[in-house]
């Protein structure tokens, strides 16, 4: 069982910053995929990035390629989402999710353990 708490939300201005961070339980961290995931209101849970359990292999969806990076850190259990040149189309609830497989895909249905969630919200 893996239990992730996010952190690192809040609001701020279109062009702005935020880091996400995504704290997980357990021993077996660097063994998972990691992704994150947003949803706006009215709208399906969608991928954000994903990095492998192996060699570090990020992928992004292409609304926020070039502008938000994914990290993670096995000694810290702990997953990052920078997140820059923010826009109002950013604004959503990010979840961090755990692939237990350690592919971190693009698809919701292949990760294992979800957090709570954490609100972003870019006003114009």
């Known amino acids: 069982q893996v239990q992730l708490v996010e952190t690192g939300g809040g609001l701020v201005q279109a062009g702005g910053s935020l880091r996400l961070s995504c704290a997980a339980s357990?021993?077996?961290?660097?063994?998972?995929?990691m992704g994150w995931f947003r949803q706006a209101p009215g709208k399906e849970r969608e991928f954000v990035a994903g990095?492998?359990?192996?060699?570090?292999?990020?992928t992004y969806a292409d609304t926020v390629k070039g502008r938000f990076t994914i990290s993670r850190d096995n000694a810290k259990n702990t997953v990052y989402l920078q997140m820059n040149s923010l826009t109002p189309e950013d604004t959503a609830v990010y979840y961090c999710?755990?692939?237990?497989?350690?592919?971190?895909?693009?698809?919701?249905?292949?990760?294992?353990?979800w957090g709570q969630g954490t609100q972003v919200t870019v006003s114009s």
């Open positions: 999710a755990a692939d237990r497989w350690g592919v971190a895909g693009m698809m919701k249905g292949t990760y294992d353990y």
């Open positions: 357990g021993r077996t961290f660097s063994s998972y995929g």
């Open positions: 990095i492998r359990r192996i060699g570090g292999f990020t």
